[in-house]
């Protein structure tokens, strides 16, 4: 059994995290959403929102777990015995931070190896921020997110 975990805030998920969990799919039998913390980012849902959303809009993909961990993602993996980390690109400017998250986790644990995938061009686009943004604006965002992120958008 191939296990990757697949981190992120989340904050809310994506059409875009949701084109590469897919793809993620394609390579590792059980793929695990984990919601972890990103101490420089403010967060908008609770984890337990998210963890919501997330189930909801994974609800019909075989192999997939969602779970949450306050402590450092590469300690979450080796404890459920997954090898690898899964993280999108969608941009060059995603790059320079990618890169040192990847190092930062390596120098913690060298065990668990990171696969990285490019967004496909539809979603390059879409950010968890952006999200936020548009809908503060009353932009449709249906289109770019799950639909049990809207529905959670008009229950705040
Ligand atoms: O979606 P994000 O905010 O870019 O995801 C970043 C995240 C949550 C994956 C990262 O901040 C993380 O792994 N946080 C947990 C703490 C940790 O493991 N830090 C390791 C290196 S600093």
Redesign the pocket.
């Known amino acids: 059994m191939k296990r990757a975990v697949y981190?992120?805030?989340?904050d809310p998920i994506t059409n875009g995290h949701i084109d590469i969990l897919k793809r993620a799919l394609e390579i590792f039998d059980e793929v695990i959403v984990l919601i972890?913390?990103?101490?420089?980012?403010k967060s908008r849902f609770t984890v337990k929102e998210r963890v919501e959303m997330i189930q909801d809009a994974t609800k019909d993909l075989e192999g997939v777990k969602v779970d949450s961990?306050e402590?450092?993602?590469?300690s979450y993996a080796k404890r459920v015995g997954a090898t690898h980390l899964i993280r999108g690109l969608r941009a060059v400017s995603d790059f320079e931070?990618e890169f040192s998250?990847a190092a930062?986790?390596h120098y913690?644990d060298e065990s668990i190896d990171i696969v990285f995938f490019m967004a496909n061009s539809e979603s390059s686009f879409i950010s968890?921020s952006m999200i936020d943004g548009l809908y503060s604006e009353n932009v449709d965002i249906s289109n770019l997110v799950p639909e049990s992120v809207v529905k959670m958008y008009k229950k705040k």
């Open positions: 981190p992120g805030s989340f972890a913390e990103n101490h420089e980012k961990t402590g450092l993602t590469v931070y998250l930062a986790n913690i968890s």
